[in-house]
């Protein structure tokens, strides 16, 4: 099994990443960790969103923006760690879906449906 862990803790006492940890422990296997607090994952503006589907267009060179979405949907087993505080989730988790959530990779249509490409 291939665990991606989605690491949204920003404080180093987090109780989220407590049992985010514990949970980790207990699956076991192989665990890869994006940790967003020190990823530099900006959202997608007007330019970024047509660098990203010319790497879409064209696979195989540089698609460095396209990571985040290959590496979710090769993933087994998917563990997201985000807090919930101030009525809401970290920011950054919401820019991080941003770029996974990619045409081809993570999911695609057939007819007026979505459909799901992860592994998870």
Not at 10 to 33: H, N
Not at 67 to 75: G, L, T
């Amino acid at each position: 099994m291939k665990t991606l862990f989605v690491n949204a803790c920003v404080r180093p006492e987090s109780r989220t990443k407590i049992l985010a940890d514990y949970l980790l422990d207990k699956l076991g296997g192989e665990i890869e960790e994006v940790n967003l607090e020190k990823e530099n994952i900006q959202p997608l503006n007007y330019e970024t969103m047509l660098a990203r589907d010319e790497m879409i267009k064209n696979p195989g060179g540089t698609d460095y923006m396209l990571k985040y979405a290959k590496q979710f949907a090769e993933a087994t087993a998917i563990i997201i760690a985000a807090p919930y505080w101030d009525l809401s989730f970290p920011s950054l988790l919401r820019v991080y879906f941003e770029r996974i959530s990619v045409v081809g990779i993570t999911f695609g249509y057939e007819g007026t449906k979505s459909v799901g490409y992860c592994k998870a």
